[in-house]
Antibody
């Protein structure tokens, strides 16, 4: 059974940093691209970032480019999202998601999410 | 910047059929965009319904189907049930590793 468990969310001040983690199990982690998707309060889903199975290729939404860094440790079956220069508009539930294949394949499994709140 | 469009809200009667659409602010949606559909109930994680235009995800009932209708992707729900009342999102692949979600459709069953 595929399981994705996010952690690392919390309250952070504007301009601060936070690192999210996603522990994956139930599938061959290194064979699949992974993504982060967020949902801000009162808004819809927003694709944030994706990374290839080997970790060599990364992609970002314009809204986070230059501030967020996606990475993965295939030896630990873990996905990360390093977030810097956080803004109030980054407040959201962040979901870890598994793709059906490479980065050009849709998401098939989702984690339960971790809440990030950016506020002073 | 290309925007993915969805109806903000839709209403269907119990037992009825509804078709939600997913378009582009400029251009037509084709299978090359791998249109996919997700369902989200308040407080829950999203659930994958349809991927790559018309493939149902594991465990999704055949009341849900995907297609291309004209210049848009479409999600059709037949025999609507009360627990189908939630938010529905489409996502399109824009190339170069980039995906864009639509704004979502809030479906009411009444």
């Amino acid at each position: 059974e595929v399981q994705l468990v996010e952690s690392g969310g919390g309250l952070v001040q504007p301009g601060g940093s936070l690192r999210l983690s996603c522990a994956a199990s139930g599938f061959t982690f290194s064979s699949y691209a992974m993504s982060w998707v967020r949902r801000a309060p009162g808004k819809g889903l927003e694709w944030v970032s994706a990374i290839s199975g080997g970790g060599g290729s990364t992609y970002y939404a314009d809204s986070v480019k230059g501030r967020f860094t996606i990475s993965r440790d295939n030896s630990k079956n873990t996905l990360y999202l390093q977030m810097k220069s956080l803004r109030a508009e980054d407040t959201a539930i962040y979901y870890c998601a598994k793709s059906l294949g490479g980065v050009n394949y849709p998401i098939d499994y989702w984690g339960q999410g971790t809440l990030v709140t950016v506020s002073s | 910047q290309t925007v993915v469009t969805q109806e903000p809200s839709f209403s269907v009667s119990p037992g009825g059929t509804v078709t939600l659409t997913c378009g582009l602010s400029s251009g037509s949606v084709s299978t090359s965009y791998y249109p996919s559909w997700y369902q989200q109930t308040p407080g829950q994680a999203p659930r994958t319904l349809i991927y790559s235009t018309n493939t149902r995800s594991s465990g999704v009932p055949d009341r849900f189907s995907g297609s291309i209708l004209g210049n848009k992707a479409a999600l059709t729900i037949t025999g609507a049930q009360a627990d189908d009342e939630c938010d529905y999102y489409c996502v399109l692949y824009m190339g170069s590793g980039i995906w864009v979600f639509g704004g979502g459709t809030k479906l009411t069953v009444l």
